[in-house]
């Protein structure tokens, strides 16, 4: 292509996210984008093509950011070329957004006709304007005969201060409206502007490992162009490779000759060490490189850490390379190698929230064919001895001895709850339980508020959400930010089985809740640790005060008496369920402890855990 061709070919592209509260119809609506742009025939569309892990599919989310580049003959007769880069909706991986967002020069902002403007609304749309995107309003699910459309951009209007008098009205579902989308992203959507003739500069904004590729980076070309055989160097380390292969996904990989400035696609260059790449990295050329890097991203901290155990201790290293690989692509990932006297060794692993490490665990299960133990999810402390020493503590079983400490502070952050008047009180008696104090309220218009609490993030990171949702039956959204830390009255609470303290099983608590929580570990652990052949004694201690105690008692009968000798099918049953239990048991001193004992904390119903 000479010079001139492709600068007509970058006036025809288009970078666009599509931004949404979760469940407004984000993947539906990129599946019906895909469709009528003929990048996937209608017969083989699989629902929701981006959402292309198997576990998203499941799960019904958006986890990881996928760009596809698709072809549109616009009204005016040309062809544009569109870049459509996913997004996650969920407040866990918003993060992951921003980082979506700044490969972009617009993006569709997807209100559900039904729901308003909702929490997760309000932060991704936020970080789309501080990067200056161009948006455009699309009020989806207008099919729905509880669509209220007027309502729904006067909310647009208000609290997010957009013009929506001319937001496309739409419905994913049925195709309704998506031609006037495809129209508006031609025309109210810039083309990129990167100078081709500049030394390269790409934004790695995504990568993954490939065992015959090596690391595959994705990226945003901003200046300049690559093509194969291209010296590259990453300006960060200044490590040099040598272009195997660029690309684009439409939506499987299609080869290319070049990329140039305003392309989004990918690039392989057998990068081998996947340590020497990463996300907001720039890549630049090795023989003309360019003076500064890109603004990369903001550093991201796990605010939710977990020892993660392999069951077979040989599995060690394998956990630790399945690590590396999961965070190429997962920059918010954080891990380091620690012990633990109870499950031998392990990492410490930092997530961005409780769904972020389910997903995380799911996925070294399921691809990388790992038996985890994790422990129960904890938030960092900040904690200063009596002889003015700081320390970051990660794992509760680390809290030094109470009588050296002089305060211990706990992250809190700024949780923003919007939810329908009706349920104001019932979210403030859920938020006071979880030691939340009242910042504001305001009216969002006739029918919503939204509420601020200030609130310690290890009380919101178990389950407030889920029980926000079943006391609001489904109606209010949740969104937060880290507000610093703040000096609390908190005590670990340490476990004994069998006598012997089990480090994996303590935890952090506040005071005023350690003696119910105690209790409540303690009744739930002697459900979950079977019957064995002696007696268990489970204790709950704050120092060498027991607080609480239960009690496993010894097996009676030996499991298959049950089965009357006869009935072959249930012995084998019985039998194979012993041994799927028996995967994820850990022996720990004496005491065979399963997988769900170690999540104990998290599984008593809130009930227990309010006080009610
Ligand atoms: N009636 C109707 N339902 C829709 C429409 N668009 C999406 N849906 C449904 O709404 C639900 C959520 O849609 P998704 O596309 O998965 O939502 P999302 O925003 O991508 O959600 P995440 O990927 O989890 O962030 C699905 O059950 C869709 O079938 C629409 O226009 N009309």
Redesign the pocket.
Same mark, same amino acid.
């Given at each position: 292509m000479d010079h001139e061709q492709m600068k007509e070919r970058q006036k025809h592209i288009r970078n666009f996210s599509?931004v949404?509260?979760?469940?407004?119809? @984000?993947?539906? *609506?990129?599946?019906r984008i895909l469709e009528m742009t003929d990048t996937i025939p209608e017969r083989e569309m699989k629902?929701?093509v981006?959402?292309n892990m198997d576990l998203?599919r499941e799960?019904?989310?958006?986890?990881k950011l996928n760009a596809v580049e698709l072809n549109y003959q616009a009204d005016d007769g040309e062809t544009y070329i569109f870049h459509l880069i996913?997004?996650?909706?969920?407040v866990d991986f918003s993060y992951e957004v921003s980082r979506s967002l700044a490969a972009c020069e617009g993006a569709l902002l997807?209100v559900?006709?039904t729901q308003g403007v909702q929490a997760q609304t309000l932060a991704n749309v936020d970080l789309a304007i501080d990067d200056d995107l161009e948006i455009i309003p699309v009020i989806?699910?207008?099919?729905?005969p509880s669509a209220d459309v007027d309502r729904v951009k006067e909310e647009i209007e208000e609290m997010i201060g957009l013009d929506a008098s001319d937001a496309a009205l739409?419905?994913? @579902?049925?195709g *309704?409206g998506v031609h006037d989308i495809l129209e508006k992203i031609v025309h109210e959507i810039p083309a990129p502007t990167g100078d081709l003739d500049a030394p390269l500069k790409a934004l790695i904004f995504d990568s993954v490992y490939d065992n015959y590729r090596g690391v595959v980076l994705n990226v945003r070309v901003k200046e300049g162009t690559i093509k194969v055989g291209d010296k590259i160097q990453m300006m960060s380390n200044n490590k040099q490779y040598e272009v195997t292969e660029v690309g684009v996904m439409s939506p499987n990989a299609v080869q290319r000759d070049e990329l140039e400035a305003g392309d989004v696609g990918y690039v392989a260059a057998s990068i081998k060490n996947i340590e020497e790449t990463r996300v907001g990295d720039t890549v630049t050329s090795a023989i003309h490189p360019a003076k500064e890097p890109l603004k990369g991203y903001r550093k991201i901290n796990p605010m939710v850490y977990s020892g993660m155990y392999p069951v077979d201790n040989a599995k060690f290293n394998d956990l630790r390379e399945a690590l590396e690989k999961l965070k190429l692509n997962d920059a918010a990932l954080e891990f380091t190698p620690e012990t633990s006297k109870a499950l031998g060794f392990g990492f410490r692993v930092g997530f961005l929230g409780l769904l972020h490490m389910d997903v995380v665990q799911e996925r070294l299960e399921r691809d990388y064919d790992l038996e985890l133990i994790m422990t129960a999810p904890s938030v960092d402390y900040h904690v200063e001895l009596t002889d003015g020493t700081e320390k970051v503590i990660q794992n509760p079983s680390e809290m030094p001895d109470m009588s050296t400490v002089k305060e211990i502070q706990e992250p809190y952050v700024k949780a923003q709850i919007m939810v329908p008047n009706d349920y104001v009180g019932a979210v403030m008696e859920l938020a006071q339980a979880k030691r939340g104090e009242f910042d504001t309220m305001e009216y969002l218009d006739k029918y919503r508020v939204n509420i601020v609490y200030e609130m310690p993030l290890s009380e919101i990171i178990f389950d407030f959400f889920d029980d926000l949702k079943s006391r609001t039956k489904g109606y209010a959204s949740l969104d937060y930010e880290i507000d610093g830390y703040r000096t609390s009255d908190l005590v670990k609470m340490d476990i004994l089985l069998n006598g012997d303290p089990v480090d994996a099983l303590s935890f952090i608590v506040h005071r005023d809740f350690a003696y119910q929580r105690g209790k409540d570990v303690v009744n739930q652990l002697k459900k979950t640790i079977p019957r064995q052949q002696f007696e268990i004694p489970i204790q709950a201690t704050i120092g060498n005060k027991i607080v609480a105690r239960a009690t496993v008692k010894a097996y009676r009968k030996n499991v298959l008496a049950k089965c009357y000798g006869g009935d072959i099918t249930r012995k084998r049953k019985l039998l194979e369920k012993q041994k799927a239990g028996k995967k994820r048991m850990k022996a720990v001193g004496s005491v065979e402890v399963p997988q769900e004992a170690f999540m104990a904390i998290l599984n008593m119903n809130s009930e227990d855990r309010t006080g009610k």
């Open positions: 599509i949404a509260h979760i469940d407004h119809g @984000k993947s539906t *609506l990129a599946d629902n929701q981006l959402d998203e799960r019904g989310i958006t986890i996913d997004t996650p909706g969920h997807v559900d006709a989806n699910k207008i099919d729905l739409a419905s994913a @579902k049925t *309704l």
